[in-house]
């Protein structure tokens, strides 16, 4: 009823994609609930539901989609079979695809053909025909590629410092990303929320959940590591 397959980006894209995954829906009716995560550029061949964010906002899903960050599960519901193509956008990726602030879609979506113009759309149907899901990744990056050559590129010193920060402790300590940033809170705040949608304090507190998910999807204690 349900097939997924996980893929590493393009060593070239790395600091933009964190994975890609294509996924195979084939009952009529699909209702999950996906966690908190990163933004996400998704294309679907027969869209026909919803995402449901917990925020209470419905954006009914179009074949190609920004997902912007989530701060608490999404409930995804498709009505048809369909295939799906999706990239996790790390915080480069976003400032290069979407060049606004992150926190502007937080636990909302927008339609990719509208904000990238309809070519999105021949990109979705290329990959809807492709005949292998290597080649419906190739397509997917080579879109990301396409639009990179025109991007701005985002402050990766910045981005490094609070992903370390974040994978540093259980729990960081704010004042541990102030001093390694050498910054002021209140620019730190407004970076991340410019790259990563949330504030550093929500910032950590969601990757403290992911990570307590990923503990007991694997049969893990939670004591050990928090």
């Known amino acids: 009823p349900f097939t997924l397959h996980y893929f590493a980006p393009d060593d070239d894209l790395t600091d933009y994609i964190s994975i890609l995954y294509v996924a195979q829906i084939n009952n009529d009716t699909f209702d999950e609930y996906e966690r908190a995560d990163r933004p996400q550029l998704r294309f679907m061949s027969h869209p026909n ?13 179009p074949r ?31 400032a290069a695809l979407m060049g606004d602030e992150a926190n502007k879609l937080t636990d909302k979506a927008a339609d990719a053909a509208t904000i990238f113009g ?20 190739t397509l997917a990056q080579d879109m990301v590629c396409a639009i990179l050559t ?18 540093s402790a259980p729990s960081p300590k704010i004042a541990d990303l102030v001093a390694q940033a050498n910054m002021s809170l209140r620019s730190i705040e407004r970076m991340c929320k410019i790259y990563y949608g949330l504030s550093p ?16 999807a694997r049969g893990e204690s939670l004591e050990s590591s928090f």
Do not use: C
């Open 49 to 61: 539901g919803e995402y449901i964010f917990g925020n209470g906002a419905h954006f009914p899903a």
């Open 64 to 94: 190609a989609a920004i997902i912007g960050p989530t701060s608490s599960t999404v409930r995804a519901v498709q009505n048809s079979p369909t295939l799906i193509v999706s990239m996790g956008l790390m915080p480069a990726g976003w």
């Open 118 to 137: 309809p070519w999105t759309l021949q990109i979705a149907t290329a990959i809807n025909e492709a005949s292998d899901d290597h080649s419906r990744i």
């Open 150 to 167: 025109h991007a701005a590129r985002a402050p990766m010193w910045f981005i490094r410092t609070v992903d370390a920060w974040l994978t």
């Open 201 to 216: 304090r929500m910032l950590a507190r969601k990757y403290r959940a992911v990570r307590a998910a990923s503990l007991l």
